[in-house]
């Protein structure tokens, strides 16, 4: 295989894998504060393409703003729903929280659906990055090139923030250890709902981020969703550098498999899960009493 | 009345009423409703009696569909073997993916189910000249002893015996040693393997026992329907049968027949004056799992025995039995009651 129609596929790869990493990271966030798995995280991804596809068709904002607008308001959203639902269940075992944000999900695709029927809405990007640069061995879209860098931008910041600041480190003792976290007069419970609005504004921003490249359609965030879920395991739930390098490395594995074999680029992400699962039970990155 | 003429009087008005089905509603949907219940029990299986959620079945109602269905496209096997072999189908898929599976507990192994199940539903999609990819299995006629049997009600009665002997080995599986052997590996694992049992092993046979009686179920259904679609792989398939199973009542086992019922007679019923089907089911799944966690035969139960003031033979009663994630202790907030999980499940 030539590198040169190698290349533009394993690059393709990687702009989905900074899909996979948004996604999976503010699962990471939100599962290791709030112990949800949160299935509903695709249809917030989903949300975020339609709220930037609105803003543009209802108020004519541009896609720079609906980058900041969307997340916020996806992210009250879910605020909102932390609130009033998942709030109710955190007494109970994880997994009556993994089917409410299941029935969630159901319900955000469907009245979507309804609204905007199944056919993808077009959404153009941003005419500063219309065109594409020579990247030496191959052309490549601007914007693609722009969704990239952002989105580890934005990974790394969110890792920074996770890592190096004051709330982050809130954020580590209350995964850890949320009762020694109390009793050390941090309130934690104080933390839960803007951790759920952050992670859930993480996925929203992907959404914005995708929709330019992919058109706007209520199932959008559903398949994605469960590929996330492999990478999760693979990275190992929880562990935000983990989140990271999992997406991006399936991403690669999965512009790979277009360009070798692609009748079986979709299912190599799950090969690589059942690998994984067979050798590190716990996830490349993921404590053992994890799993 | 003692408790075992209850018993068996239960098991007479069932009979009579699976008998009478397609008389009372069309027979197709008669249909739906037993061979749903069947896939709904198998999630039972697992969610009830061993804590195990899985979220992939679908991979093995549709296996088992599609292999029903080529088989008897391809060389006219009878119904009956028919569905048997697509059991059969989804018996080996269970055991790699029950075998990887089972390495995980709680979330994880319903994001593991999940994400094998999808895995299935891409291969079905690229299997085109065996799957029909996107169109699916058409014009599948099922035949028995070299005839056809085209009319709904005929197969109703012809599938009848099949679905009643997954019933009983369900109840088999669940009312034998090794089942109880399964609700002490769900109320505590650690425990039970200190006693000596290989828990491992015990978990990988009720997957793959489960996964039979949902192959068994999907190959009548694409023999019932007469065709074979990808939808029947989807994950959306799987959530319903989980939807069926907590509507009924998880650890009922019954009641999974009975939430496919209400589940599919709701949605004949909407279906003729709205198409929101997602928020209807979204909805079921909210207002179950917020208020109503026993479901509807856990709550009949539940009335009936505290009315006699006795605690039931099953432990299920109490509140759904579904495992904590291994080392993570549920975790109670300031203000709330503590979790009320099944007590034993705490080490």
Not at chain 2, 89 to 112: D, K, Q
Request: charged content about 10%; hydrophobic content about 55%; some cysteine.
């Amino acid at each position: 295989m030539d590198p040169v129609t190698l290349l533009p596929q394993m690059f393709n790869g990687l702009v989905q894998g900074t899909f996979y990493a948004l996604l999976s990271l503010g699962l990471a966030i939100i599962f290791g504060v709030l112990r949800v798995v949160n299935f509903a995280h695709g249809a917030f991804f989903m949300l975020g393409a339609f709220a930037a596809y609105i803003l543009l068709q209802q108020s004519g904002l541009p896609f720079w703003a609906a980058l900041i607008v969307a997340p916020l308001v996806v992210g009250l959203l879910g605020m909102v729903l932390e609130r009033t639902l998942i709030r109710r269940l955190y007494a109970l075992d994880p997994l009556y929280n993994f089917l409410l944000t299941f029935g969630i999900t159901l319900i955000l695709q469907d009245a979507m659906r309804l609204r905007y029927g199944m056919q993808g809405q077009p959404y153009a990007p941003p005419r500063e990055l219309a065109g594409a640069t020579n990247l030496g061995l191959f052309f490549y879209p601007n914007y693609r090139l722009f969704a990239v860098l952002f989105a580890i931008a934005v990974c790394v910041a969110v890792w920074y923030l996770i890592e190096r600041t004051r709330v982050g480190m809130i954020v580590r003792a209350a995964t850890e250890k949320p009762d020694l976290t109390r009793a050390l007069g941090v309130d934690v419970d104080r933390w839960v709902t803007p951790v759920f609005g952050f992670g859930v504004g993480l996925a929203a921003l992907g959404g914005v981020l995708a929709a330019p490249m992919q058109s706007v359609y209520p199932l959008m965030g559903a398949e994605l969703i469960i590929t996330v879920f492999a990478v999760v395991v693979i990275g190992g739930l929880g562990s935000i550098v983990g989140a990271i390098v999992a997406g991006l490395l399936v991403g690669v594995v999965f512009g790979i498999g277009l360009a070798v074999v692609p009748p079986l680029a979709n299912t190599l992400v799950f090969i690589l899960m059942a690998v994984v699962l067979l050798v590190r039970p716990a996830g490349l990155f993921g404590s053992v009493e994890a799993a | 009345m003692n408790t075992r003429t209850v018993r068996l009087a239960g098991y007479g008005i069932g009979l009579i009423l699976a008998l009478a089905l397609p008389r009372i509603l069309y027979p197709v949907l008669a249909l739906d409703i037993l061979l749903w219940g069947l896939f709904a029990i198998s999630v039972d299986l697992l969610l009830g009696f061993v804590g195990l959620l899985s979220f992939g079945h679908a991979m093995f109602w549709g296996l088992g569909g599609y292999a029903a269905g080529y088989l008897t496209k391809s060389i006219a096997l009878d119904y009956p073997f028919a569905a048997l072999v697509g059991a059969g189908a989804a018996v080996l898929l269970a055991v790699p993916t029950g075998y990887l599976a089972i390495r995980s507990t709680g979330i994880y192994f319903a994001m593991v189910t999940l994400a094998f199940a999808q895995m299935v539903f891409y291969v079905v999609n690229e299997a085109r000249p065996i799957t029909g990819g996107e169109n699916g299995l058409q014009g599948i006629s099922r035949t028995f002893l070299g005839s056809a049997i085209q009319d709904a009600t005929a197969f109703y009665y012809a599938a009848l015996p099949l679905i009643l002997f997954g019933y009983w080995l369900a109840y088999r599986i669940v009312h034998s040693p090794f089942g109880h052997v399964l609700v002490a590996i769900r109320d505590n694992e650690a425990r039970a393997q200190a006693l000596g049992y290989p828990t491992g092993r015990y978990k990988l046979l009720a997957f793959v026992l489960s996964a039979f009686l949902s192959g068994l179920a999907g190959g009548l259904y694409s023999l019932g329907h007469g065709f074979a679609a990808l939808e029947l792989v989807h994950w959306s398939t799987s959530g319903t049968a989980v939807v069926m199973t907590i509507l009924g009542g998880i650890g009922t086992l019954w009641g999974s027949i009975l939430g496919a019922a209400i589940f599919l007679l709701l949605r004949d019923w909407l279906s003729t004056f709205t198409d929101a089907w997602g928020v209807v089911t979204g909805t079921i799944f909210i207002v179950i799992v917020l208020g109503f966690r026993r479901g509807i035969w856990g709550t009949l139960l539940h009335s009936l025995h505290r009315r006699r003031g006795s605690a039931g033979e099953i432990t299920t009663l109490t509140e759904p039995a579904i495992t904590t994630v291994d080392g993570a202790e549920p975790r109670p907030r300031e203000g709330e009651e503590g979790a009320p999980v099944s007590p034993a499940t705490r080490a």
